[in-house]
């Protein structure tokens, strides 16, 4: 029981209130659960997922990052010191997946508790990680270097998309984060209050296209699906339910081609999107809700489909 109460008062400090009901359905196996699972869940999974496709995602899955860092052979002490030295200081010099920092960019600082940190590494260190379907034949592929798949020809419209959509994400998450760690979630409603649309807006001017994150249950307006908007996110809806694939959706007209993907949501995300009450806290609900007098975007689980990209570009 001790080890339970200790893990929701990490939980309660980092902003990450884990919803009642389920820390009741899982009471039993809490017990046995290290606290460094939940603690990696809310703070790395968001880039770092588990579940995310091989070129939809913003950072290698952690089951890459043990592999590479445990490649060396390290000690658990010496890998919770290697984890922790990346954390306080992601440059390049200390890299030890330079593949990985060229195909996504190198990891954003933000400023986690060094204790959150040991939890995650020790957890790492010591426990089989989830890894996602594709992850075995990649590894064995790439004889176990994290590397871009290289692509022949040219890439296709559904791929220069799919660039467009992860970068942004990408920028969001990193700003995101960082904010939360060095404000606080409920501070962190307002950094997504007046720059949300202005990072998106900025990586639009970038990749010369217009990329926009709707959603069918909007908290600002300005983000609300239009009709046809609205049956694409149905058909990913539709498509998760019977765990079909997701790809994305490509049109092509005479001079431009439009883009839709949808965005899932995760642990990390449900502190703002989540059940009030049990995920959202009073006061960044209050701050929800002073802000978005009409949102819509709550009552979300993991891993439902929060709204979409939807993107043009010229051919
Ligand atoms: C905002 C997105 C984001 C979050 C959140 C995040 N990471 Fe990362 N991380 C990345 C990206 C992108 C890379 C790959 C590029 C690189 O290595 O810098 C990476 C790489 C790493 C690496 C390998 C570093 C190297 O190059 O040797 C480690 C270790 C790591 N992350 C640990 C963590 C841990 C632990 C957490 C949670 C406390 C975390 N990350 C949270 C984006 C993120
Ligand atoms: C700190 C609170 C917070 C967290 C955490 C958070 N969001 Fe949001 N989210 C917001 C706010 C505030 C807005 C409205 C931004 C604006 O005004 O443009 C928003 C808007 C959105 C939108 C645009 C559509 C809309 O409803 O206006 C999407 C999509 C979205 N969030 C998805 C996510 C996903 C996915 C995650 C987790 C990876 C996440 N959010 C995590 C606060 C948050």
């Known amino acids: 029981m001790k080890k339970y109460v200790y893990l929701l008062a990490i939980l309660g400090l ?30 790395c999974n968001a880039c770092h997922s588990p579940t995310a496709g091989k070129n939809d995602r913003i ?35 200390h890299t030890k997946m330079p593949g990985a920092i060229k195909k996504f960019g190198i990891m954003a600082k933000v400023d986690y508790p060094k204790k959150t940190i040991n939890q995650i590494a020790d957890y ?24 871009i798949a290289s692509e022949n020809g040219l890439p296709s419209y559904a791929e220069i998309g799919m660039k467009y959509a992860i970068s942004t994400k990408s920028q969001l998450g990193k700003n995101l984060m960082g904010a939360i760690q060095s404000r606080g979630t409920e501070e962190a409603v307002s950094f997504c209050n007046t ?13 010369n296209a217009t990329i926009k994150r709707i959603s069918d249950k909007a908290r600002n307006p300005k983000n609300k699906a239009n009709v046809e908007e609205l049956r694409y996110i149905a058909s990913f809806k539709e498509l998760l339910a019977n765990e079909k694939e997701i790809k994305p959706i490509v ?40 802000l978005y007098p009409s949102d819509e975007a709550i009552g979300y689980e993991a891993n439902q489909i929060r709204g979409m990209w939807s993107i043009q570009f010229d051919k």
Not at 14 to 28: D, S
Not at 62 to 89: C, P, T
Not at 139 to 144: A, D, E, I, L, P
Not at 195 to 207: C, E, K, L, P
Request: proline fraction near 4%; include cysteine; aromatic fraction near 8%.
């Open 14 to 43: 980092l902003g990450g209130c884990k919803n009642e009901e389920n820390n009741q359905r899982t009471t039993v196996s809490v017990e046995e659960e290290h606290p460094g699972k939940a603690l990696m869940e809310l703070n």
């Open 59 to 93: 950072a290698p899955p952690m089951i890459a990052v043990k592999r590479h860092y445990l490649e060396q052979g390290m000690s658990k002490d010496v890998f919770q010191a290697a984890i922790l030295k990346w954390i306080e200081n992601p440059i390049e010099e």
């Open 124 to 147: 790492l260190y010591t426990n089989k990680i989830e890894k996602p379907d594709w992850f075995d034949e990649h590894y064995q592929k790439n004889k176990g270097k994290y590397e």
């Open 195 to 207: 720059r949300a649309i202005s990072i998106t807006d900025s990586m639009s001017v970038v990749n």
């Open 251 to 290: 049109e092509e007209g005479e001079e431009s081609v439009r883009f839709y993907f949808p965005i899932k949501t995760n642990a990390m995300c449900l502190q703002c999107h989540g059940k009030q009450g049990e995920d959202i806290r009073l006061s960044t609900y209050n701050r929800i809700k002073s």
